[in-house]
């Protein structure tokens, strides 16, 4: 292996997926490709919906799991997007997963919801039904946050999501 390779072997990450980031059309608009994927398992952890919100959150929650995917082999500027597009609403963790086809384990970020006591959180969150309720809306927010992101007075995320689901509520 080159050295240049063994660089950007070394700069990869994975992803634990588990919400909008399971669909290949809004991964595509943040980082202009589908990476490899394999499907997962994150223990002890429940995937909630959030009260005016389409999109989920995880928090650690015993005996429980969330399945999802791991996005394989992210550059150090794709982690980043990623950074961006969870905002602060998110925190960046380690975790260890389960592949679902092997069993082996991996370790990944997730991105956890980083409000551990929110009372918006309720149920489980359902990616099915997100995809026929939500994915074409959400995949244009995408497109729009992607968009502010190249401007020098980018809006965060959740700026970004909020005016364009009030914008599209109101027509």
């Known amino acids: 292996m080159s050295q240049a390779a063994a660089a950007a072997a070394a700069a990869a990450h994975n992803v634990f997926v588990y ?3 399971l669909a290949d059309d809004v991964v595509r608009v943040l980082l202009n490709r589908v990476p490899p994927s394999s499907a997962a398992l994150l223990n002890n952890f429940h ?3 959030i009260k005016g ?3 989920p959150a995880i928090l650690p ?4 799991h969330v399945t999802g995917r ?3 082999g992210l550059t150090d500027p794709e982690l980043l997007i990623l950074d961006e597009f969870e905002d ?3 925190q960046r963790t380690s975790v260890e997963v389960s592949l679902l086809e092997n069993s082996d384990k991996l370790q990944a970020h997730a991105y956890v919801w980083s409000n551990t006591n929110d009372p918006n ?3 489980e969150w359902d990616f099915e039904e997100w995809k026929q309720l939500h994915k074409e809306s959400f995949t244009q927010m995408t497109m729009g946050f992607m ?3 190249e401007l020098p007075e980018a809006k965060p995320r959740v700026a970004t999501y909020e005016s364009f689901y009030q914008q599209n509520s109101e027509n």
């Open 53 to 55: 919100r389409v999109y």
């Open 19 to 21: 919400g909008s980031l």
């Open 88 to 90: 602060v609403e998110y």
């Open 47 to 49: 995937r909630f919906s």
């Open 147 to 149: 968009e502010e992101l």
């Open 61 to 64: 929650l015993q005996n429980s």
């Open 121 to 123: 959180l309720y149920g």
């Open 70 to 72: 791991v996005l394989l």
